[in-house]
């Protein structure tokens, strides 16, 4: 087990790293940047989609203003097409961590993504995540061939669990489940869980945003519309048009695959506006369902205030 770091020996008062987190447009953003304000701290991303430059409007990324009044991290950091795992992640924002407290400053971490807040919590050790470059290439040769069907539902005979958590179409995590099957010989599942041995590096706490979910549905709506909008069309096209490789995560990023079809002339623009918003609910279900897993969150109501959510990081 990692030897958890004090935090009063970079900064006072404060005994954990928060961590705000909760479905998709609960309000995650707003609540982090006042809690910046507020400790004269910097947020970090915990995003898998703000990684990637360009991607703005579909990403909900924070305004240029926003990002001119507190310090990011972890947000435009990769080109769309560029491979970027868990351990990726980890590996620099635990070196922003490093960074932000060694300057005196409080990491608020903010982000919905599942994998990167039980990964930073747990302190997920990934280990050695190279896998041989020839079965990567000859799986790749076989989704072209055969299609991603087919390989999910070889995955969900070798690891049913991964399979439940892993949508057939997001293909980058398909191809590694099962490359660390044949590689290994153990299940995407038996791995994850072997890596929770490292234990956290940080001591952080998890807020996690709780709403009635029908209110959660009509803001997912309303924020689609307003994607629209900002230019979510005119982005896409862009990262259509681009040399980003495929297939890549980017291309699988809801806000962003359902222009596909209608890029092909197959379905008009109000069904892709349509599939956002229900792909968009689906995904924030599969959150609240990822979250309220976890025992350890503290759950905050919506609009709760940020001296409210420092008052539980404060020092005893």
């Given at each position: 087990m990692t030897d958890m770091k004090d935090l009063s020996d970079y900064i006072k008062g404060y005994d954990y790293i928060p961590i705000i987190t909760g479905p998709t447009a609960s309000g995650k953003s707003s609540?982090?940047?006042?809690?910046?304000?507020?400790?004269?701290?910097?947020?970090?991303?915990?995003?898998?989609?703000?990684?990637?430059?360009?991607?703005?409007v579909g990403t909900a990324k924070d305004s240029i203003e926003e990002r001119s009044q507190v310090l990011h991290h972890m947000t435009d950091i990769v080109d769309p097409g560029t491979d970027f795992s868990v351990k990726d992640y980890l590996d620099k924002a635990l070196a922003a961590v490093k960074d932000i407290l060694e300057r005196g400053k409080l990491p608020v971490f903010c982000g919905g993504t599942g994998q990167y807040v039980s990964a930073l919590y747990y302190g997920l050790d990934y280990g050695d995540s190279e896998i041989a470059e020839e079965i990567t290439a000859r799986l790749a040769s076989e989704l072209e061939?055969?299609?991603?069907?087919?390989?999910?539902?070889?995955?969900?005979?070798?690891?049913?669990?991964?399979?439940?958590?892993?949508?057939?179409?997001?293909?980058?995590?398909?191809?590694?489940?099962?490359?660390?099957?044949?590689?290994?010989?153990?299940?995407?599942?038996?791995?994850?869980?072997?890596?929770?041995?490292?234990?956290s590096e940080y001591p952080f706490k998890v807020f996690y945003i709780d709403l009635d979910r029908q209110f959660l549905y009509d803001r997912i709506n309303k924020r689609v519309d307003i994607m629209f909008e900002e230019g979510?069309?005119?982005?896409?096209?862009?990262?259509?048009?681009?040399?980003?490789?495929?297939?890549?995560?980017?291309?699988?990023?809801?806000?962003?695959?359902?222009?596909?079809?209608?890029?092909?002339?197959?379905?008009?623009?109000?069904?892709?506006?349509?599939?956002?918003?229900?792909?968009?609910?689906?995904?924030?279900?599969?959150?609240?369902?990822?979250?309220?897993?976890m025992p350890e969150i503290v759950r905050i109501p919506y609009g709760t205030k940020a001296d409210q959510v420092i008052e539980e990081i404060v020092s005893k």
């Open positions: 609540l982090a940047l006042d809690l910046c304000k507020k400790t004269g701290g910097e947020l970090v991303s915990c995003d898998s989609m703000q990684i990637y430059k360009t991607l703005d061939e055969i299609g991603s069907d087919a390989l999910y539902e070889r995955l969900k005979k070798i690891d049913p669990d991964a399979a439940a958590k892993i949508h057939p179409n997001n293909t980058r995590r398909l191809l590694r489940a099962l490359a660390v099957f044949e590689a290994t010989g153990k299940t995407f599942t038996q791995k994850n869980l072997e890596s929770k041995v490292k234990g979510l069309e005119e982005e896409a096209k862009k990262l259509y048009s681009s040399d980003a490789k495929r297939p890549s995560t980017c291309f699988q990023a809801i806000g962003y695959k359902e222009f596909e079809d209608y890029f092909d002339g197959n379905i008009p623009i109000e069904e892709v506006r349509d599939k956002i918003k229900l792909n968009s609910r689906h995904y924030a279900k599969r959150q609240m369902t990822w979250f309220r897993a």
